[in-house]
């Protein structure tokens, strides 16, 4: 199960957190702190996993940002950084080549998106195109001038 | 979008962000945070806001919650939102309760309803965003209001409702497993649901069910087989491939499950051989979603009734990994060859170098994964290695986490292993000295436990560990600042055995005690375990019929100590006083020597209380009432009993609860006999008095748990002679005992020669440092490389036959699998997202080579550093460092679209430098239209380029 995702610039600044247990502010802080600190001063060769407080958490770094996932011992770490991906490459045709500046103004928009990648801590959909349809039938409804350029029916 | 369209939001939300992104320290930030704060506050309490000002205020909040700060005060006008009819109000409402609230937040109860209503809607999109919040919000008393609402939903016409319905009862079932017991068979018809989305969500309730039990779904390994056979073939619509593999994430999940339902069950894991081997085939090894899926499918090897076949299988993906460069995939190795060496361990000794380097390696994370593997394959030969390898690993490491869970491995190997008493007192003295106060105090506990029951060979060898224990501890004494569990320690077993083989006198013993007191005045816990180890010498002298003189510094002691703030402190040096003037028969039967190992029975009735009760009551006292009899009380620690009765109980009680009962006086008398006899009284409140005030010296940390009764193991005796009950069968496994002069011959003991000429050959070229093959050897039994030194041969015991058959199929099975693997074309693309320009996914490139790339390189200037710094002079670094990496240099040839990460030539020309400019120029992005379109609209918004960080405008998929 994913426990949360955090996506942290290299600066440290939080861009977009997502908590799926319950996690008091004051432990939310402490976390993105500890994990920060972490992660960001891990060299580029290095593996994308981390041990931490007995969980491992996955990270992979787009351009300067780093999406990170916290997960059980016992889950399979390199299925998890395919999920990263999966959900950067899902964003980067909503966004039409996403960049942290699209999630920067938009991050309630990313939340969206992630809300139909991830439910309760477990991958949802694997297929783009379905999560691609329904963010798309939401724009539409929702009559908000929409930005939905790569994404087709068909 | 925001490219073409714009980011909708009002001027002063943009500003906010902007500032927020051009803050240079968390003090700026947090005062515009604090600023912005006070502004929401007011504002959102103004009467008659239109809602799209309301959703903006909402997403406001969000965004200074995410930062860290908090927005409770607007968590109620979130909740209002999902009232409304809009759906683009509501959703916003939604998500921003379901970001803001946890599952135990009292403003829940007003959103039931709502979800509710939602939950039934004849629009499918209210009913997804009500599932989404359904996940996130509802406990297990709010189940029951939506669970049939979303039993209904499991029957949607709509895909995404079912599979959002899906996950709900999952959570549901996560929550309170016993709501949705009657419901677990829609699980298995939603199995065969005709959307692969709900069925791959149904797969996720599944695993954990079947993890919790086995025997029920045995019936559905066939079935669970043959999707993944159709999943392997490519029957699923092209739109669940991921870079070209078919519905990676489903085959993922099936063989979890598989793996459950094969473990040890050899007619349902025949049933799988088949379509495991198929998927080995099939997986692209040269793409990481293929090695995860690979790695899952070792997992499922290892776990279920082993197949040669398909050991040989695993073993060759495990060696890929192992030689692989990327550390991922090293990483996996490491972990894929621990899980498989519990079935064939003779498979560790071909990667005994490859396992060295990981353990030299400089990743952290590599280092610990390769320590853990070597934990799994300790044995008594080469438990010296490993145990100082571990030790010398935690002494470097910070992280308190991990420094416990390695110290205790430490113990746990050196009790199980240990070749000699004196590695065993060495290697535990080296752990606690570096763990310090980190190790478990049961830890602590077994040591002692072990130092007095000894390894139960012979009486000779039990007294030479207390002689080295003691001798060994003398020594330590003399370190300057050890920490409070070793102390403990050392001063009980100096007190037991510190003049039991005469070798030293007993005012030399107590000399040392008496400045281990000193030295640590501070610790009270440890001034408890010296004085009562005074208390035993000296006992121990006056029984042995020999003068006691106390020494002066001693007596110094004893004179604060009697008149010390601690009761416990004081109790103890009373005690002392009394055992010093009695006569020697009268000490002997106090304290007899070396009793410690006694059982000594707890009346747990307190039977011998009996008649007091009986006079109390005849008094006119009230009778105990027990606890389960008592409502209402104020139940401090047995909460989770209460949890868990009103699970069952299913409803929300809005009842006043009823007022405590005046039971107080029964108790007093109870209180008083306790303080003053310490007797266990079953009353939890006073329990937890008991243990404060009297300090017991031990594991009673965990005194306010939430069990009633006293907990006795493990915990200091407070009468009689100082001992520790009897291990439970609960306080663990390291009560039992090693035989440690035996010799354990193990399968991998036995190396096998073939296998490893195959492998010498192999890696013969590569240059081998010669500490390293020292290592191997002492690792894995003395077989490293191409040399037959006689050290192998001593270990080759019996190189049994069928391994050395089994090394020829697997080299056979290897050469057909590369050839067949060479056969295999990649498939054609079959990524259809309509786009023309499809590009970032480039399904020709290798995502692990791509994954390196994106990585900047090492010489970059951190610019997490020069963040707080002034502002553009010091980026100028940052920003030629980022535009220093040459495409070909990072990325990899293969990926058509490097350059778009500088597509943004406006910017750059603003940014100025001519070696940007010439970089812009020869860039073409992947799709320069968007970026300039994006780029106009922020300088419209006025974050210019200058802003500290030009990684903001990079795409994020190279």
Redesign the interface.
């Known amino acids: 199960m994913i426990h949360f995702v955090l996506l942290i ?6 861009r ?3 908590w ?1 247990l ?4 004051k432990e ?2 402490k976390v ?1 702190r500890e994990l920060g600190g972490v992660i ?1 001063s891990r ?9 931490w ?2 969980f491992k958490v996955v990270y ?6 780093y999406f990170c996932m916290c997960i059980d011992q016992d889950d ?4 998890v ?3 990263i ?2 959900f ?2 899902i ?12 999630l ?6 990313a ?2 998106i992630l ?1 139909e990648l991830l ?2 801590g ?9 999560v ?1 349809r ?1 963010i798309a ?2 724009v539409f ?12 029916f ?1 | ?9 009002s001027k002063e939300f ?1 500003d906010l ?1 902007k500032s ?2 051009e803050a240079r320290s968390k003090a700026e ?1 947090d005062r515009i945070v604090l600023g912005e704060i006070e502004t929401l506050k007011r504002r959102i309490s103004e009467p008659d806001i239109p809602k799209r000002k309301m959703k903006e205020y909402i ?1 406001r909040l ?2 200074v ?4 700060h ?1 927005a409770s005060f607007g968590y109620i006008h979130a909740v209002k939102m999902t009232h409304d009819n809009s ?2 109000v509501k ?2 409402g939604y ?1 921003a309760v ?2 803001f609230l ?3 937040h009292d403003l829940i109860i007003l959103i039931v309803n709502t979800i509710q209503k939602d939950l039934t809607s004849d ?1 499918y ?1 209210v009913v ?1 965003a009500a599932l ?1 919040a359904v ?2 919000l509802i406990n297990e008393e709010t189940i029951p209001a939506v669970l049939p609402l979303v039993v209904e939903l499991l029957a949607h016409p709509k ?2 409702v079912r ?2 319905a899906i ?2 009862l ?2 549901f079932y ?1 929550k309170s497993p016993s709501s949705v017991s009657h419901l677990l068979s829609n699980f298995r018809k939603r199995l065969c649901d005709n959307d ?2 709900v069925m ?2 149904t797969l ?1 309730p599944l695993f954990e069910l079947i993890t919790i039990d086995v025997n029920s779904y045995k019936d559905l390994v066939m079935s669970f087989v043959s999707i993944l056979k159709q999943v392997a073939e490519r029957r699923l ?1 092209k ?2 491939d ?2 070209q593999m078919p ?4 085959q ?1 999940k099936l063989l979890k499950i598989l793996a459950l339902l094969g473990s040890g069950d050899k007619q349902a894991s025949e049933n799988m051989y088949a379509v495991v081997g198929d998927i080995f085939k099939k997986c692209d090894s040269s793409s ?2 293929g ?2 899926v690979l ?2 499918c070792i ?1 499922c090897v290892s776990t279920i009734y082993s197949n040669p076949k398909l050991l040989e299988f695993a073993a060759d993906a495990i060696s890929r990994f192992l030689k692989s460069d990327s ?2 995939l ?3 190795g490491i972990d894929a060859l621990g899980r498989l060496i519990k079935i064939s361990p003779e498979i560790a000794e071909q990667h005994q170098l490859a396992v060295i380097d990981c353990l030299e390696d ?5 280092k ?1 994964k390769t320590l853990e593997l070597l934990y799994k394959m300790t044995k008594s030969t080469n438990v010296e290695v490993i145990v100082d390898r571990m030790i010398d690993y935690m002494i470097n490491i910070n ?1 308190n ?2 420094k416990t ?1 390695i110290a205790s491995r430490c113990v746990e190997l050196a009790e199980q292993f240990a070749p000699s008493n004196q590695w065993f007192i060495q290697t535990m003295n080296k752990v606690f000295m570096h763990a310090g106060d980190l190790v478990n105090t049961k830890v602590a506990h077994n040591l002692m436990r072990l130092i007095a029951e000894g390894f139960g060979e012979d009486d000779d060898t039990d007294s030479q560990l207390r002689s080295s224990a003691v001798e060994s501890y003398l020594h330590i004494l003399g370190e300057s600042k050890l920490p409070s569990v070793f102390l403990q320690v050392i001063c009980w077993v100096l007190g037991e055995y510190g003049t039991a083989d005469g070798k030293y006198s007993a005012s030399y013993i107590t000399g040392k005690l008496c400045d281990v007191a000193e030295a640590y005045s501070s610790d009270e816990t440890v001034k408890a375990y010296a004085v009562t180890a005074l208390t035993k010498i000296y006992a121990f002298e006056i029984a042995a019929g020999r003068k006691v003189d106390m020494l002066p510094e001693c007596q110094s002691l004893m004179e604060e100590f009697l008149a010390s703030h601690s009761t416990d402190l004081q109790q103890r040096a009373y005690e002392l006083q009394a055992v010093i003037g009695l006569d020697a028969h009268a000490v002997e039967s106090i304290m007899p020597s070396d009793a410690n190992c006694e059982d000594i029975e707890v009346d747990k009735n307190l039977s011998f209380l009996t008649g007091y009760i009986q006079d109390s009551i005849e008094n006119g006292a009230q009778p105990y009432i027990p606890e389960n009899e008592r409502s209402g009380m104020l139940k401090i620690s047995n909460f989770r009993n209460q949890d868990h009765h009103e699970t069952s109980a299913h409803s929300l009680r809005f009842e006043a609860y009823e007022l405590p009962k005046q039971t107080v006086q029964s108790r007093i008398p109870l209180t008083s006999l306790a303080s003053t006899e310490i007797v266990p009284v079953p009353e939890p409140i006073y329990v937890r008095e008991i243990y404060q005030t009297t300090t017991v010296p031990s594991a009673s940390s965990d005194a306010g748990s939430t069990e009633l009764k006293l907990r006795l193991d493990g915990v200091q005796k407070k009468w009689g002679r100082q001992t520790h009950s009897p291990a439970t069968s609960t306080s663990s496994s390291t009560s039992q005992k090693t035989d440690n002069g035996i010799t354990q011959v193990d399968g991998s003991n036995t190396s096998n020669s073939r296998t490893l000429e195959t492998y010498d050959s192999r890696k013969q070229q590569v240059e081998i440092t010669p500490e390293k093959q020292k290592l191997a050897a002492s690792l894995f039994g003395g077989s490293s490389k191409s040399e037959k030194k006689p050290a192998t041969g001593h270990k080759i015991s019996k190189p049994s036959s069928h391994i050395v058959e089994r090394s020829h199929v697997r080299k056979s099975s290897l050469e057909i699998a590369s050839e067949k693997k060479a056969s295999i074309q990649p498939p054609p693309d079959l ?5 023309p320009t499809v590009n ?2 480039a399904p020709s490139v290798d ?1 692990f080579k791509e ?2 790339g ?5 010489t970059q200037v ?3 550093e020069n ?1 707080g710094s002034t502002a553009a002079a010091t980026k100028s670094p940052d920003i030629m460092g980022l535009y220093t990496e040459t495409p070909a240099g990072i990325y990899n040839k293969d990926d058509s679209d490097i350059l ?2 500088l ?1 943004n030539p406006p910017v750059r020309n603003m940014l100025g430098g001519t070696r940007s400019m010439q970089v812009a120029q020869s860039s073409k ?3 320069l239209k ?2 300039l379109e ?1 780029d106009a609209l ?1 300088r419209q918004m006025g ?1 210019t380029p200058s802003s ?2 030009p ?8």
């Open positions: 610039s290299r600066q440290g600044k939080v977009l957190t997502k799926y319950p996690y008091s502010q939310r802080t993105i960001l060299g580029p060769k290095l593996c994308n996993f981390v041990d407080r007995g992979k770094r787009y351009a300067s940002l399979n770490e390199l299925e950084l395919e999920i991906h999966h950067v490459e964003l980067d045709r909503y966004f039409g080549s996403v960049c942290e500046l699209d920067i103004f938009n991050f309630h928009k939340y969206y809300d439910l309760a477990e991958l949802q959909e694997s297929s783009k195109k379905t691609a329904l039938a939401q409804c929702l009559m908000e001038p929409c930005c939905f350029s790569g994404f087709t068909q | 979008m925001g490219s073409q369209g714009g980011f909708y939001q943009l962000v927020i992104g930030e997403i969000v965004y919650e995410m930062l860290g908090d759906l683009l959703r916003t998500l379901t970001l946890n599952e135990d629009n999109l997804c989404n996940c996130k895909e995404a599979k959002k996950m709900a999952h959570r996560q692969p989305g791959g969500a996720c619509p739109a669940y991921y870079h519905a990676p994430f489903i993922i990481n979603i090695n995860a790695y899952e997992c550390h991922n090293k990483y996996m400089p990743d952290d994370t590599l610990r992280d986490h991990y869970e990524l259809d997202f309509g786009e970032s996914a995502p994954l390196e994106l990585l900047e390189p090492t951190d610019s997490a963040h778009s990460g597509s992005g992947r799709n968007n970026s994006k922020v974050v500290p960080n990684n903001l405008f990079k795409d994020l998929l190279g």
